[in-house]
Each structure stands twice: as C-alpha cells, then as structure tokens.
C-alpha cells in the first residue's frame, strides 16, 4: 500500500524538505512537489529526490493554449519526473498535442514517458462554489466529462476527489488512474479541502493513488502520521 501514497512536499525549503524526507525514510517512496517549493528550489528538489531514490509527480498544473503546454510539458518530461499534470479543462486539443509531444520527446531522447494526469474539479470547491464560479454542471457531472475527455485524449488518468474515483473507474475502465488529494483521516482536520474520503475510504472507492499533505507535513511525527495512514489504507483501523 505504500507505494500508493504520495506525500505532498508543501514546505517553502528544499532544507524543510530534505529534513521531512530525511525523517520518513523508507516510509514514503514518492513524493509531489508543487508550485511552492519548486519555484523556490528553482526546481532543485527534483535533483535532491532523485538522488535519494524517491518518485516524483510534479504537481504544477499546467493551463494554457496548446502551443505553450506542448512545449512546457516537453521541459517537464525531460526534468524524469514520474507523473505531472495538466488541467483537463484545457481542452481536448491541448490534452492530445501534449501527450503527443511526451511520447514522442521520450522515444527521441530514450526515456520512459511520464504519467500524464488531468486535473478535474480541485478537491476545494463543493456544489456552491463551483457553480459560483459560473459552472453549469454539477462536479460529479463536470469530473465524469473531464476525466472522458481526457481519456479520449490518451492522457492515463485523472486528478480527483476519492468520492469520484468508483464512478471514473466504471465509466473509463480500472486501468485509467484516479490520483487522490482530498484525504483526511478522522483524526485530522479538513483544513481547505472540501471533498474528502479518509483512508480507508479512499482505497475502497478505487483510488489509484492517495496524495496527502498536512496530515503528515504538518503532525509532530510525520512518520508515525504517515505509517498510521498506511495501515488505514490497508484497512487496517
Ligand atoms: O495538505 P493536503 O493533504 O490538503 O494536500 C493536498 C495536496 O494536493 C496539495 O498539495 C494540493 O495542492 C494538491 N491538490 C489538491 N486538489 C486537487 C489537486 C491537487 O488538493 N484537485
């Protein structure tokens, strides 16, 4: 189970960093880095990830026209990260040049392609807030269509709150992957997130992966946080 957590490094400092990763060991084998502490690092923690062995999803999300994502989803292929996104709202012109041009780069330049995710609905809007934002369709709705249009696509899966992972699964197959922020283990608290699933949950509903912050960046001993999250993946408490 444990290669299916993603510690997300939300910390300012590749030093912060590199204590959290220094301190969870062999605990946690992949890690996503934001835009915070890559721009900071100017992209240096990706090297000090690397070097210690550990997977990396490049969490940067990346939304533009399609010539800009092309060409910046080729830099972020050619960095050996593992997984990066972009948004799936950028189209279906934007999601297939980009996947495209990633394959391609890679056989050119003899590396493995990285995952290609599509972010949907962020796990901070509820029903209200995303349909004051102007959205005409529910989030279940709007994250089924996305997560269709990405597939069409060709990306391999999609960014989303567990509660859609089962309904993704069904309509896109057990191979297309739900990669999951919006957990919270009872014993943490809901902070910005609004769609959440503990755990336990979250593995039950067909989540692929399970990306976790604060619940362990931020807990006094980050490692028993996260070998307790663990254990609930497992279904273990
Ligand atoms: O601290 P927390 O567990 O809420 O962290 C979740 C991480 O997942 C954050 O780094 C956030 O940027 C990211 N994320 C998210 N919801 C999405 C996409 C990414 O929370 N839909």
């Known amino acids: 189970m444990k290669n299916k957590l993603i510690v997300a490094l939300d910390v300012p400092e590749l030093a912060k960093a590199q204590e959290l990763v220094n301190t969870l060991g062999e605990t946690v084998n992949y890690y996503k880095v934001g835009l915070e502490l890559f721009l900071n690092t100017r992209g240096e ?8 062995d550990k997977k990396v999803f490049l969490d940067l999300k990346f939304h533009d026209i399609p010539n800009t994502i092309t060409q910046a989803a080729k830099w972020a292929a050619g960095l050996g990260v593992d997984m990066f996104n972009v948004h799936a ?6 999601l297939a040049t980009t996947m495209e041009t990633v394959k391609n780069s890679a056989v050119n330049n003899g590396y493995t392609p990285p995952l290609v995710i599509g972010v949907t ?6 029903e209200v807030s995303f349909n004051k934002v102007g959205f005409k369709y529910s989030i279940d709705e709007t994250v089924l269509h996305w997560s269709q249009l990405c597939q069409k696509a060709g990306l391999d899966g999609v960014v989303c709150s567990p509660r859609e992972a089962a309904n993704i699964k069904s309509v896109c197959g057990n191979e297309f992957i739900t990669v999951c922020p919006g957990v919270r283990p009872c014993w943490t608290e809901l902070q ?8 336990g949950e979250a593995i039950k509903m067909g989540a692929d ?8 960046t931020k807990n006094s001993n980050p490692c028993q946080a996260a070998l307790r999250i663990i254990k609930e993946m497992e279904g273990e408490e």
């Open 45 to 52: 923690v990706l090297d000090f990830l690397k070097a210690k």
């Open 89 to 94: 709202s950028g189209g279906e012109v934007m």
């Open 121 to 126: 609905v962020l796990t901070s809007f509820d």
């Open 192 to 199: 910005d997130q609004k769609r959440i699933t503990t755990p």
């Open 209 to 216: 992966y399970l990306v976790v912050g604060r619940p362990i």
